[in-house]
């Protein structure tokens, strides 16, 4: 195994824990707080490195840890995931059609923003962060099955919830 570097090996982890965070959490400040914080526990853990595992693993599971916390604390919840504007590069789409698909994206980010925690965070692994089914586990701590059952779940919502809005034109 080779030697464990903060700057190649942690830093690169970065946005996708701020993503992970974000997606608990629903707050951008907090979310950057979480992967400071995050990225000082596990620098405070470097004499460990070369016993763990998995080290992406590890990050994601103290910030996952560190945004639950956060969450116990804070008992509001934020209306947005976040406020990145949707982009196309295709300029054959109408101004129209582009307001139709970013109301589609804002519809599905409200539905996967109050999705149960544990089906929020396997879908923010699996969908947008690519993660594997064992990573996911190992993250949460649960098992790969656990995570297949929370991410089928979540679509099933998802889509359950994405058609009843977008037929009643809510």
């Given at each position: 195994m080779s030697e464990i570097s903060f700057r190649n090996d942690i830093m690169p982890l970065k946005n996708q824990l701020y993503r992970l965070a974000l997606r608990?959490?629903?707050?951008?400040?907090?979310?950057?707080?979480?992967?400071?914080?995050?990225?000082?526990?596990?620098?405070?853990?470097?004499?460990?490195?070369?016993?763990?595992?998995?080290?992406?693993?590890?990050?994601?599971?103290?910030?996952?840890?560190?945004?639950?916390?956060?969450?116990?604390?804070?008992?509001n919840q934020h209306q947005s995931l976040d406020n990145t504007p949707v982009e196309h590069t295709d300029n054959a789409i109408t101004p129209s059609e582009k307001a139709i698909q970013r109301d589609q994206v804002n519809l599905v980010r409200h539905i996967v923003d109050n999705l149960p925690e544990k089906q929020r965070s396997c879908i923010q692994l699996r969908d947008f962060e690519g993660k594997t089914y064992k990573d996911i586990a190992e993250i949460l701590n649960i098992s790969t099955e656990q995570v297949k059952v929370n991410i089928f779940r979540a679509r099933q919502t998802i889509k359950l919830r994405f058609q009843d809005l977008d037929d009643y034109g809510l």
């Open positions: 608990i959490t629903l707050d951008n400040a907090e979310a950057e707080d979480i992967v400071q914080e995050t990225l000082i526990k596990v620098w405070n853990q470097r004499d460990r490195w070369n016993e763990i595992e998995n080290i992406p693993a590890f990050c994601f599971t103290i910030c996952r840890n560190l945004s639950l916390d956060s969450i116990k604390r804070q008992a």
